[in-house]
């Protein structure tokens, strides 16, 4: 039971665009939101976070929005540079503190000069 | 910043045979890890959460007896792979929490069971 999703498994943003990026859960418990960008054979790198009080966190080029009653986010990179290219997953934990992440099946972006 | 380190990066092995991979925090203590599966293309998965200086926690689904957690000191936690079989091919990734503060990942160990 994949309890948090991402649906789009690719994505090709022109250079200089935005990138959108979705992630959906399921388990209404979740009450803390993370965004991870990982390259092939690292470990994954800790983007943004957000806590389901908020609905937007910014940091940087990097935004973060959260619509609690559809159980909807996504990360807003802006502008997107070649650099960003990587796979990204979401992440969610229920009761932050708790160290359990579960994460979505990841979205790989391509940025395209 | 904080950083976690795995070793090997890349393992191949017979099948039949153990592969330990060591999980080490290089410039703070944790008294916590975790360890996660990647299979191609699909998410994260936790495996079982290493305690220092006591029994892991594994995750439903995810045998114990397959998969031997020993956290020893405050650094380091290890996970073996007894009797690896080609299912067990995967990317092992550890991560572990300085203070309350982020969650830090290893760079993964790849494992490839022939």
């Known amino acids: 039971d994949q309890q948090v999703k991402q649906n789009s498994p690719s994505l090709s943003v022109q250079e200089g665009r935005i990138s959108i990026l979705n992630c959906d859960y399921t388990n209404s418990m979740f009450d803390y939101f993370l965004w991870y960008k990982k390259y092939p054979a690292e470990g994954p790198t800790f983007l943004i976070s957000?806590?389901?009080?908020?609905d937007k966190n910014e940091d940087g080029r990097f935004t973060v929005f959260l619509n609690k009653s559809a159980k909807h986010l996504s990360l807003h990179i802006v502008p997107s540079q070649p650099g960003d290219s990587a796979v990204y997953f979401c992440a969610a934990i229920v009761n932050f503190g708790n160290e359990k992440l579960t994460f979505g099946t990841g979205t790989r972006l391509t940025i395209i000069p | 910043g904080a950083v976690v380190s795995q070793h090997p990066s890349w393992v191949i092995c017979k099948s039949g045979t153990s592969v330990k991979i060591e999980c080490r925090s290089l410039?703070?203590?944790?008294?916590?890890m975790f360890w996660y599966r990647q299979f191609p293309k699909q998410s994260l998965m936790l495996m079982a959460t290493s305690n220092e200086g006591s029994k892991a926690t594994y995750e439903q689904g995810v045998e114990k007896d397959k998969f031997l957690i020993n956290h020893a000191s405050l650094t380091l936690s290890t996970l073996t792979v007894t009797s690896a079989h080609p299912e067990d091919s995967s990317f092992y990734i550890c991560?572990?929490?300085?203070?309350?503060?982020?969650?830090?990942f290893g760079e993964g160990s790849r494992l490839t069971v022939l």
């Open positions: 957000i806590s389901s009080i908020k």
């Open positions: 410039d703070f203590q944790a008294t916590t």
């Open positions: 991560s572990a929490r300085q203070g309350g503060g982020e969650l830090f």
